[in-house]
């Protein structure tokens, strides 16, 4: 069997396992970016018992792995009454456990802007949330978009893991196929170069292109 | 709603010890074949040779923005379709030091583009072998600002390890899923797991942090 006709035979099934990935992958971005806001802003408040329920958020989902977070959250939820369907489980597992990586970047990136920044906010007298919102955050914003680069990267990774839970993405229809055919290296090759491709041709375009929109609108380009 | 069985958890402590260690030496063994390869990748990618630069420099790009979980499949079955047929253990590391060795691969390009290029100049100019201005000139520089990313990645590949149940190698979550499967009981294995993963992890990367003061401060290297 020739490559072109493996392809012929299979790429229905790879691209309805890609389009599951990129729903996936979106909608985890979503929840992570959601997350990682609310709790990098919180890990920076002034209230302790805010900032401890963000610091134990933070180091449960990092200190553990995506896997068993997923794994928990599908076997082990529903024993307690809550039944999430294999696909809203995939992507909130991934989701919640980038978030964790995403509100350190939130914090890094605040405590980053220059303390002058702050005290000239002050001093023109404007409320702190004018502070925040038109001051600190859009500096924030320029200075943590390249490590959120890397980690929609792995955003994008991470989703091949709901494969395990039978979410039929990319990974899950590669492995189907594998199965089927014995052809490893075709399937397992082939996912591995559309993976790149969504990598390289959509995620990291769209974040340089991001990057210089944002720091040419705040006069930094 | 179900009960927390504390005497399901003592009776399968037991195995768990023995997969924390699995888990552990799966761990050891994919971080020492990164940091090696990862040596090996960035060296390779500052030769003069042009096609082996570039090729160096996509490989690594492709390793590291595609799913690990994929990697090691690929790993595990495209060997025995050429007749080689690779235990889940031998796969298993393969494939997650190839994909950490790319990572640090990037570590170790920072640290080695910190050294100043007058190094690199006067290395040459007393006319020491290449090979020599790595390992006793360039390397012990690069080394420190490599560290904490060095041990990142060491506390990253013991979290990634559970992937390697996929594949059959009897680690943490392996056994976690085994146990689910004999006695229909996920609460408590899968909360171990957790947990054990949480309590190596946590102290893992603080004790990093004070081991990278350390090196920092005994090369006079405080900021």
């Known amino acids: ?221 | 709603m179900i009960e927390w069985q504390w005497e399901l958890v003592w009776e399968l402590a037991p195995r768990f010890v023995d997969a924390t260690g699995k888990t552990l030496m799966a761990a050891g063994g994919g971080y020492g074949i990164a940091v090696i390869l990862g040596l090996i990748f960035v060296v390779a990618q500052r030769t003069p040779i042009r096609v082996l630069t570039f090729t160096m420099r996509e490989f690594v790009e492709l390793v590291r923005s595609t799913p690990l979980l994929l990697q090691i499949f690929f790993v595990y079955y495209v060997g025995p379709q050429f007749g080689l047929i690779l235990s889940p253990w031998t796969a298993g590391l393969i494939a997650i030091g190839v994909h950490y060795g790319a990572y640090l691969s990037e570590v170790y390009r920072g640290g080695i583009e910190s050294v100043s290029k007058g190094q690199w100049e006067a290395a040459k100019a007393i006319n020491l072998p290449i090979v020599r201005t790595y390992r006793r000139i360039v390397l012990p520089q690069a080394l420190p600002p490599a560290i904490a990313g060095m041990g990142n990645y060491l506390v990253g590949i013991f979290k990634d390890t559970p992937m390697l149940s996929v594949i059959g190698v009897a680690e943490l979550m392996h056994t976690a899923t085994t146990i689910g499967a004999e006695s229909y009981r996920y609460l408590e294995p899968y909360t171990m797991v957790g947990a054990i993963f949480l309590a190596l992890s946590l102290p893992a990367a603080f004790f990093i942090n004070v081991f990278e003061k350390w090196v920092r401060r005994t090369l006079g290297m405080v900021k």
């Open chain 1, 1 to 221: 069997m020739t490559y072109v006709e493996f392809l012929q035979a299979h790429s229905g099934r790879m691209i309805d396992g890609t389009i599951i990935t990129v729903y996936q992958f979106l909608l985890s971005t979503v929840v992570a970016i959601g997350i990682a806001i609310l709790f990098g802003l919180m890990k920076l408040s002034k209230n302790l018992a805010v900032r401890s329920v963000a610091i134990i958020y933070i180091e449960i989902f990092r200190g553990t792995s995506l896997l068993v977070q997923l794994f928990w959250i599908f076997f082990v939820l529903p024993l307690f009454g809550i039944h999430l369907d294999k696909f809203t489980a995939g992507f909130l597992a991934v989701g919640l456990n980038m978030g964790a990586y995403g509100a350190e970047l939130v914090r890094g990136a605040i405590l980053a802007v220059p303390q002058g920044q702050w005290e000239a906010a002050i001093a023109l007298n404007m409320s702190s949330r004018k502070r925040m919102w038109r001051v600190v955050l859009p500096q924030a914003f320029v200075i943590m978009l390249p490590p959120w680069g890397n980690l929609i990267i792995e955003i994008l990774k991470g989703t091949a893991l709901v494969a395990l839970i039978s979410v039929t993405d990319l990974m899950f229809e590669v492995r189907q196929i594998n199965i089927n055919t014995f052809l490893s290296i075709e399937a397992f090759g082939t996912a591995i170069i559309i993976y790149y491709l969504i990598a390289r041709l959509f995620v990291t375009p769209v974040m340089r292109a991001f990057e210089n929109a944002m720091s040419r609108k705040i006069g930094r380009a």
